[in-house]
């Protein structure tokens, strides 16, 4: 039995996010039927996050077993043909039999992009969260190093209060958490990497951010809202559009 690694990307916009769901369409529901119909077979396709709908990947990766004799160079060909143009397999490799997608991953990088111009484009609004208005950027870059180093995330956590399924630990490790401005095109980048993520934590932390921005927090009220474990004490959820998985980090290999 194979075991073969997917690089893929997607627009995220027209997908429920990245777990299959009854009756609604899913990234890993629509991997599976492709591949499904190219091999004649059933496969669990195992990603290496669970991307909430309407957010994008750059570089995303999964793996399935498979007993397929299907060359890897042909498998990104097929299935690209067999998927939708939204959803693109950059590479395949075969790897070893214990390779897990989402186990064996030691870091990732989300990225949340802004656009503070007064006109947004059609050819970018699926990607940015439009927001015309003024943002303090130097104190939305203090409160974001607040975040960095390992802290309880409750109350950034989605609201449902649904915590890890196998640890049931709301602890996460932050490696870096940083502002990024881009005058020329009007963006303002929010970049964060860890260990791995909450469901809604990365949109929540955003959320609160431009609450920063708007002065309706001190960037020194960061820890305090940390400490206080209370979903309540932060920011809005930012939506869905504006983040994307822009890197996975495994122990011999960076995908970016």
């Not at 890897?72 to 075969?94: E, S």
Request: with cysteine; glycine share 8%.
């Amino acid at each position: 039995m194979r075991n073969i690694r997917l690089i893929l990307a997607y627009d995220g916009t027209d997908f429920c996010g990245w777990q299959r769901q009854p009756d609604a369409p899913t990234i890993q529901a629509c991997l599976e039927g492709a591949l499904h119909k190219l091999t004649g077979a059933p496969s669990q396709v195992c990603g290496s996050g669970r991307t909430d709908a309407g957010v994008h990947a750059v570089y995303q990766v999964a793996n399935f077993h498979t007993a397929s004799t299907i060359p890897c160079a042909n498998f990104v060909k097929a299935l690209n043909n067999l998927l939708p143009p939204t959803v693109r397999i950059q590479r395949a490799d075969d790897v070893g039999p214990t390779f897990h997608a989402r186990f064996d991953v030691r870091r990732k990088t989300y990225r949340y992009r802004i656009l503070m111009a007064p006109v947004c484009s059609p050819l970018l609004w699926r990607f940015v969260y439009h927001y015309p208005y003024h943002l303090n950027r130097e104190r939305m870059a203090q409160a974001a190093r607040h975040f960095e180093g390992e802290h309880d995330f409750t109350s950034f956590a989605a609201a449902d209060g649904q915590a890890d399924e196998e640890t049931k630990s709301r602890v996460r490790a932050i490696f870096r958490s940083h502002l990024l401005w881009r005058p020329r095109s009007s963006l303002l980048i929010y970049e964060v990497t860890g260990k791995g993520f909450l469901r809604y934590m990365v949109r929540n932390i955003v959320g609160t951010l431009m609450e920063v921005g708007r002065g309706k927090l001190a960037p020194g009220e960061i820890p305090r809202i940390l400490a206080a474990c209370d979903r309540t004490q932060a920011g809005p959820t930012a939506p869905a559009q504006g983040l994307c998985l822009m890197k996975v980090e495994y122990q011999d290999m960076v995908i970016r």
